[in-house]
Antibody, heavy 119, light 112 residues
Framework: EVQLVESGGGLVQPGGSLRLSCAAS????????MNWVRQAPGKGLEWVSY????????YYADSVKGRFTISRDNAKNSLYLQMNSLRAEDTAVYYC????????????WGQGTLVTVSS | DIVMTQTPLSLSVTPGQPASISCKSS???????????LYWYLQKPGQSPQLLIY???SRFSGVPDRFSGSGSGTDFTLKISRVEAEDVGVYYC?????????FGQGTRLEIK
């Protein structure tokens, strides 16, 4: 069974930093590309970032480019999102999401971790 | 960015009746590889989204056959043949042909 478990969310002041983690299990993590997708309270879904299986290809949404950094450690079956210069509009539930082998951008999602940016 | 527009934004359906959700994209989702990169997700209350349909019309693992997807180019439809109580939640379409990946606004389905 595919499992994705996010952690690291919490309350942070504007301008602060936070590092999210996602622990993957139930599949060969090193073979799959991964994404972060977020959802502001009561709002829709917004794709944030993508990383290929070998970390050779990385993409970001314009809204986070230059502030967020996606990374992974295949030896630890883990995905990360380093978030710097946080803004109120970054407040959201952040989901770790697997990309399917056959080209599906997102097939499985974690349960999410809430990031609140507020003074 | 590709804009995904869903209609209606909310739907109230009697159990056992059909339901239909439309999704239109601002650009064609047909790739030169022959695939159309249109997906449907359901976010049940208090849960993370789950994949229902991939590449317009293929049901994901474990998805009941009362869910079906159709369409081409820029116009797509998700149909539920007979709505059940467990189908409540918000349905999202998503395009995956161009970055950034973008989602529709969501359609909330409730049971009458």
């Amino acid at each position: 069974e595919v499992q994705l478990v996010e952690s690291g969310g919490g309350l942070v002041q504007p301008g602060g930093s936070l590092r999210l983690s996602c622990a993957a299990s139930g599949f060969t993590f090193s073979s799959y590309s991964m994404n972060w997708v977020r959802q502001a309270p009561g709002k829709g879904l917004e794709w944030v970032s993508y990383i290929s299986s070998s970390s050779s290809t990385i993409y970001y949404a314009d809204s986070v480019k230059g502030r967020f950094t996606i990374s992974r450690d295949n030896a630890k079956n883990s995905l990360y999102l380093q978030m710097n210069s946080l803004r109120a509009e970054d407040t959201a539930v952040y989901y770790c999401a697997r990309a399917g082998i056959t080209g599906t951008p997102v097939d499985y999602w974690g349960q999410g971790t809430l990031v609140t940016v507020s003074s | 960015d590709i804009v995904m527009t869903q209609t209606p934004l909310s739907l109230s359906v009697t159990p056992g009746q059909p339901a239909s959700i439309s999704c239109k994209s601002s650009q064609s989702l047909l790739h030169s590889d022959g695939k159309t990169y249109l997906y449907w997700y359901l976010q049940k209350p208090g849960q993370s989204p789950q994949l229902l349909i991939y590449e317009v019309s293929s049901r994901f693992s474990g998805v009941p056959d009362r869910f079906s997807g159709s369409g081409s180019g820029t116009d797509f439809t998700l149909k539920i043949s007979r709505v059940e109580a467990e189908d409540v939640g918000v349905y999202y379409c998503m395009q995956g042909i161009h970055l950034p990946i973008t989602f529709g606004q969501g359609t909330r389905l409730e049971i009458k």
